[in-house]
């Protein structure tokens, strides 16, 4: 019982437990040697299997004494040529070939199943296992890539804003007097900054004065080129250019620098590949690796800490349009809005810096735009940017967009709510009538609050990414490709027997869509009023009065917009709403009965890109058709709908302008949801993929509350529209299932 036990030191300083102990070690070693893990190395090249983490000759202590390693040492000699045999044998690297046939099936499906890996490892001459590791080792290592990234740019945060913390402490001190403990701040750069702001705003200021002009005649049409429409006179805004600009403390030559910098960078962006862009596992997106980033273009870390989100996509597509009238629709702002109406609320060229060659070769110029998303639910992004274009070969093209904060580093940076950073495309003729498009658009904005049902998309950087613009411009494209056809099958032009009448039906569907989004988003000149449905959703409304507008009905108008969730895949609700024969299952205003289909266009490949006009075999209302416009991209359908005179209808099928008939669009936007779901079992079939998931709706209805201009608003037109979206939600819900979603 009062037996003491050896002490601890004694005990493990026992040379003949050091050789157990040591044998353990180098058994345990050469166990892990067997054990088939991947490759080693990066790109998914190198070994196959696991790298033995302990040897046998490190596994003792490391302050082991000479009498114990050389009682080692006998055991280790007998034991070396064991392992060496084994290490030989189990250690293989894979060949380029069948590193690049993995790495073809991993961009496709990073987790293949069974049957694949079989069929793969035939292929490649490999085990089932061998293969397995690969694929498993390939993700953590992109995983690994991405969290490295994260904590990079997370700690690169911190740094600053211990560093803005460190600097505020400072001008406390520096600001307030010893004595009394007053502030002394002067207030030079504050004013400074305001007088900039205010140059700005009173350059677009003048601009839609001179728009104006031009509207009402004063200004004789032809004044100025088509790339300076909407801003103010070419002659006066070349002579305020000759040495400095009127809206930088920089020299005209300082700015080309910069804006050459910048399409340099633009150009090195759009071009590499890892590790400056990564692809991810989960999305397959691409994602800016944000240190590689800093470090190819020696730029700052954000210049206001964690209160900016960095938002960079990059979206690769072929379009079917001739390269330079693709140049000219960017440098033409009028052309640039009408080719992205569901982005570009408003728009304007505020001066040109250098008007360049005769075919838009070293344009540059200031420019202003308002961003927006088709909800009120979104703020709209306002920037001033430099847009320059340049030639690269005979057969590219580089358009490049930079902030003007990024030109004059006096510019408040914390007033830049949303400032861009180089972004643009690079635009390459195929020689077969397509052009190839490489975009990027990199934002830096403030983070503000964003209600719950769009976060998700605008902070992924979906909602204003290149995805986004890519997906409208190949749209857009195929619509225009088909309003200029003439061999158009029979098929697709229903109801129309002259291609004149097409193309005035086609253009009154494009102004009616452009229309709709120009009245839906969240501008800051518009006010948006809440008011709450009995279900608890939330609608907002605003009002115009228009007097003199073309295309717009004379009087008050009410506009009510809701954005719902909703649990149904965003195809499945669009095919809902844009068949005319299911319309009276949500449309309240329309009478019962089946519709009749008069017109039939077809403007892009997908079969819900038309444009229709269709009415209701009932005697209630006889004379009113309904032109409705369906346009569907990879990230965003619209169902756009508005009621016609038959009569004035009737004038556009014959070929008639189209301009004059007055017209009040409501309609529908439709897009995924943006949470990225994994399926919940393992198909490779790709329409049960697209199936999963949620979408966004948004509803809008515009009705004319008084004929007279000068009317004022009552509440019973506010609560008629309300009325309406409540009971068209319902109606969709209903015919889902889904009352309760």
Known sequence: MNRSNPPVKDFFASPALSLSLAGVFRNNALEAAEVEDGEEGSGGGGYCGEQAGISGENSGPADRSDEEQESNESLDNNDRDAGNKLKRKKYHRHTAEQIREMEVLFKESPHPDEKQRQQLSKQLGLSTRQVKFWFQNRRTQIKAVQERHENSLLKSEIEKLQEDNRAMRETIKKSCCPHCGFTTISKDNTMATEEQQLRIENARLKAEIEKLRRMQGSVPDGTSSPSSSGSAGTEQNKSSLNSNSGFFSLDKSRILEIVNAALDELIKMSSAREPLWIQSVETGREILNYDEYVKEFSHDVLRNGCNRNIEASREIGVVFFDVLKLVQAFMDVNQWKEMFPCLISNGSIV???????????????????????????????????????????????????????????????????????????????????????????????????????????????????????????????????????????????????????????????????????????????????????????????????????????????????????????????????????????????????????????????????????????????????????????????????????????????????????????????????????????????????????????????????????????????????????????????????????
């Open 351 to 741: 001066e040109v810096i250098c008007s360049g060659q005769g075919d838009n070769n070293g344009l540059t110029q200031l420019m202003f735009a308002e961003i927006q998303m088709l909800t009120p639910l979104v703020p709209t992004r306002e920037t001033y940017f430099v847009r320059h274009c340049k030639k690269l070969s005979p057969n590219r093209w580089a358009i490049v967009d930079i902030s003007i904060d990024k030109l004059d580093e006096t510019i408040d940076a914390s007033l830049v709510k949303c400032s861009k950073q180089p972004s643009g495309c690079i635009l390459e003729d195929q020689d077969n009538g397509h052009c190839k498009v490489i975009w990027v658009e990199h934002w830096e904005c403030q983070r503000n609050v964003i209600t719950t049902l769009y976060r998700s998309i605008v902070t992924n950087g979906l909602a204003f990414g290149a995805r986004h613009w890519m997906s409208t411009l190949r749209l857009q494209c195929e619509r225009a490709v088909f309003f200029m056809a003439t061999n158009v099958p029979t098929r697709d032009c229903n109801g129309v027997s002259t291609l004149a009448g097409r193309k005035s039906i086609l253009k009154l569907g494009q102004r009616m869509t452009a229309s709709f989004c120009r009245n839906i988003g969240a501008p800051r000149n518009r006010t948006w009023n809440k008011i709450s449905t009995k279900v608890g959703e939330e609608i907002r409304f605003t009002y115009r009065k228009i007097v003199n507008e073309p295309g717009e009905p004379l009087g008050v108008i009410v506009c009510a917009v809701m954005s719902t969730w909703m649990p149904i895949p965003a195809v499945s609700l669009f095919d809902f709403l844009r068949d005319e024969s299911r319309r009276t299952e949500w449309d309240i205003m329309l009478p019962s009965g089946p519709t009749k289909t008069l017109v039939n266009l077809a403007k892009g490949q997908d079969r819900g890109n038309s444009v229709t006009v269709y009415t209701m075999n009932s005697t209630e209302k006889p004379n009113i058709w309904v032109l409705q416009d369906s346009s569907t991209n990879s990230f965003e359908s619209m169902v756009v709908f508005a009621p016609v005179d038959m009569d004035g209808m009737q004038s556009v099928i014959n070929g008639c302008d189209s301009s004059s008939l007055s017209i009040l669009p409501s309609g529908f936007s439709i897009l995924p949801d943006g949470l990225e779901t994994r399926p919940l079992v393992i198909t490779s079939r790709p329409e049960e993929r697209t199936l999963e998931g949620g979408s966004l709706l948004t509803i809008a209805f515009q009705i004319l509350a008084n004929s007279s201009p000068s009317a004022k608003l009552t509440m019973e037109s506010v609560e008629s529209v309300n009325a309406l979206i409540s009971c068209t939600l319902q109606n969709i819900k209903k015919a889902f299932k889904c009352e309760d979603g």
